[in-house]
């Protein structure tokens, strides 16, 4: 089983608020072994172990209001209100 970590962009997290959703929302997903968000680099770090699924990962955070890539890209804030406080 694979050892990595996996880093994504995350689209749309504004405050502190925001990356405790995101981590509490990934966190109890099957093959998640570990979650951590940042702020500051917009990123999530998942680390990925037996039965791990991207699909129901990204799923989990778009959901949320946030936008997920697994590209480096840059992605642009979208206006409206914080999503953590949908
Ligand atoms: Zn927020």
Known sequence: MTSGKLTFAIGGMRCPDCVTAIENAVMPLPGV???GASLAGATLT?????????????????????????????????????????
Not at 68 to 76: K, R, S, T, V
């Open 33 to 35: 072994l570990y979650a």
């Open 46 to 86: 998942v680390r990925p172990g037996p039965g791990f699924r991207q699909a129901d990962l990204v799923s989990r955070v778009v959901a949320l209001g946030y936008t997920m890539c697994d590209q480096a890209d840059a992605i642009a804030p979208s206006p409206g209100p914080c999503p953590c406080r949908r």
